[in-house]
């Protein structure tokens, strides 16, 4: 059997090694075969290598986050060809359970995040991949592969605008956390319309990739905030849209919020992590707080964001995304986990 290249994962020993596994077998009726182009590294991932997120038990292929080159169909495939550009929505539900029939697939308790391709199915940090057709979409001639592998992370923040909105003109907004997820937060804010963004970052590096967006966001340390707060108890902001996952950081927002605001919880926190809040302070200020899970229908949304987005926001040099080979992908981990970088995307 023929064989190729990618990163597999060993959830016993967390450990990840890079080297040569088999192709993946033939299509079934309904699936497709994808050369993958590039994959990136979530912070979900970091988590699963951690041990710290749930994730197949066994070894397997990380990475669901990638696009790539449509190159084997299924005989039941019909809005797919050979040859086709595209993107892969690593979610799924079972269609069948109360959840899925209610239009919440994403929580399906069955499927959804229990199911996902790069999670509990190999996934793109390999030169194939074999995925459901049903979750494979073809991108625009006008969308590049490259751009193509943010498509999932902007299908989740697609799904949390829809959970957000409205957020009226003029609104003050604080995202929390200046990773990735962070700097496209603060992209997609300002592509429709929104000027009044503060951006709340501990790391020094990460501040300077959001000033590099070059989109006129007040960019702060989280003390900064604070201090603020303490000058002038009047202040605060209408929405907070945490990327941190980080429970000091939540509690802070609660704080900040002026009345009627939002928390929009968007960032992956650790399962054991807690955080202490105000009962009262949620009741008097009428506060509305929000989580997010994953795309549920959302993919189609995602490659409207970037055709309309294009590069002037999704440029990987001022997004701070760097490319690395398979090969590298300790060097790729070392620069995500320190923060010198805002995110890593492998090239194949």
């Given at each position: 059997m023929a064989t190729i290249e990618a990163i597999v994962f060993d959830p016993k020993a967390k450990k990840l090694s890079?080297?040569?596994?088999?192709?993946?077998?033939?299509?079934?009726?309904?699936?497709?075969?994808?050369?993958?182009?590039?994959?990136?590294?979530?912070?979900?991932?970091?988590?699963?290598?951690?041990?710290?997120?749930?994730?197949?038990?066994?070894?397997?292929?990380?990475?669901?986050?990638?696009?790539?080159?449509?190159?084997d169909i299924g005989t039941g495939v019909t809005h797919i060809t050979r040859g086709d550009r595209v993107v892969v929505d690593?979610?799924?539900?079972?269609?069948?359970?109360?959840?899925?029939?209610?239009?919440?697939?994403?929580?399906c308790q069955t499927a959804a995040i229990n199911n996902t391709v790069g999670i509990?199915?190999?996934?793109?940090?390999?030169?194939?991949?074999?995925?459901?057709?049903?979750?494979?979409?073809?991108?625009?001639?006008?969308?590049s592969l490259q751009t193509g592998a943010l498509c999932e992370p902007i299908s989740c923040l697609s799904h949390g605008w829809d959970r957000l909105i409205p957020v009226p003109m003029g609104s003050r907004v604080l995202v929390t956390g200046a990773g990735v997820i962070g700097a496209l937060w603060v992209s997609a804010l300002h592509h429709m319309g929104?000027?009044?963004?503060?951006?709340?970052?501990?790391?020094?590096?990460?501040?300077?990739i959001i000033k590099k967006l070059d989109l006129g966001v007040q960019v702060v340390h989280p003390d900064e905030l604070m201090a603020a707060r303490s000058r002038d108890f009047s202040w605060g902001v209408d929405v907070c849209i945490d990327c941190s996952?980080?429970?000091?950081?939540?509690?802070?927002?609660?704080?900040?919020?002026?009345?009627?605001?939002?928390?929009?919880?968007?960032g992956v926190a650790a399962p054991q992590a807690r955080m202490s809040i105000s009962p009262y302070e949620i009741y008097k200020k009428e506060l509305t707080i929000l989580g997010v899970m994953i795309n549920p229908?959302?993919?189609?949304?995602?490659?409207?964001?970037?055709?309309?987005?294009?590069?002037?926001?999704?440029?990987?040099?001022k997004l701070g995304v760097r490319v690395?080979?398979?090969?590298?992908?300790?060097?790729?981990?070392?620069?995500?986990?320190?923060?010198?970088?805002?995110?890593?995307?492998?090239?194949l």
């Open positions: 890079f080297g040569k596994v088999d192709m993946p077998s033939p299509p079934d009726k309904n699936e497709v075969i994808v050369k993958v182009a590039f994959a990136g590294i979530c912070g979900t991932d970091l988590h699963i290598i951690d041990g710290e997120f749930p994730c197949k038990a066994s070894p397997f292929i990380l990475g669901h986050e990638f696009s790539g080159v449509a190159t690593p979610n799924n539900g079972c269609n069948v359970c109360q959840l899925c029939s209610g239009g919440d697939y994403h929580m509990f199915k190999d996934g793109g940090w390999a030169q194939y991949c074999k995925v459901p057709a049903d979750q494979v979409y073809r991108l625009p001639s006008t969308i929104h000027r009044n963004i503060i951006v709340s970052e501990p790391n020094e590096t990460r501040r300077g996952g980080a429970a000091p950081a939540l509690e802070a927002a609660v704080t900040l919020l002026r009345p009627g605001g939002k928390l929009l919880v968007f229908f959302s993919f189609v949304k995602s490659i409207g964001f970037l055709e309309a987005m294009g590069e002037k926001y999704l440029d990987y040099e690395f080979s398979l090969s590298q992908y300790a060097e790729a981990m070392q620069e995500l986990r320190k923060g010198a970088i805002s995110k890593a995307v492998f090239q």
